[in-house]
């Protein structure tokens, strides 16, 4: 298992991409299913950044990664105001280009992308977002 | 991020190499932008060297192809498998045509 605190800036979204590709192929994921964690990690970090923080803040957002049996396992933390990404509706998908709008599609691609997305949020402990992706069958 | 883009008789080219994200995507909607703005619409975006595009990159690129349309169009070359199957899983595959080398993109204007 392995934690890194990143200072919640988008300029950090490269080193946070960095730190869950290794974890990922550590894991054992192939090409596809480790561009499938970063993105998922980071459309997570974004609305953490964009929607928790409002893009300044003095916080950090701490990220473990820890392999599991069949796959990885991505912890992400952070003590910004309460954002559910889960409780989004998903945007409507397969639209005209005319019809196409700029909403959900950050938090639509991470569920798709992962096996697994769960988040909680405590008033003490901050906001917990959980993921994990499995290897394919 | 190093944007750099190449004026043809009948379209621009846009390349860019490395990550899209939220921290650099208002940068290349500017550079978009400045090619739009002198009202070229046939745009061709060589990703040979980007890795990895969020959905904030994929915003930038949908605004772009809605200016372009219908007069012209932003097409891309060289997409990176991992980046086209997200793009494909969230139905905006079809939003744009896609080639293999820049020569045929480009010529195809």
Redesign the interface.
Known sequence: MSTKHFSC???N??KI?DFIAHCASEAGLD??EV??V??AV??AS?NI??HGYGQECPSRIDITCEPVEDGVKVVIYDDAAPFDPTSIPE?E???S??E?K?RG??I??MR??MDEVCYESDPDKGNTLTMIKRHAK | MNIETTEFKHCTVIKTDGRIDGSNAPALAQALKAITAKGIKNIVFDMTDVTFVASAGWWVLIDTQKTCKPTGELVLVKVEKGIKDSLNLVGMGSYFRTFDDLTTAVGDF
């Open positions: 800036s988008l300029s979204l490269e991409c090409e596809t561009y499938a970063q993105l980071d459309e974004t950044i964009e945007p998908i397969n639209v280009l005319e196409v700029p599609l950050g639509y691609l798709k992308m």
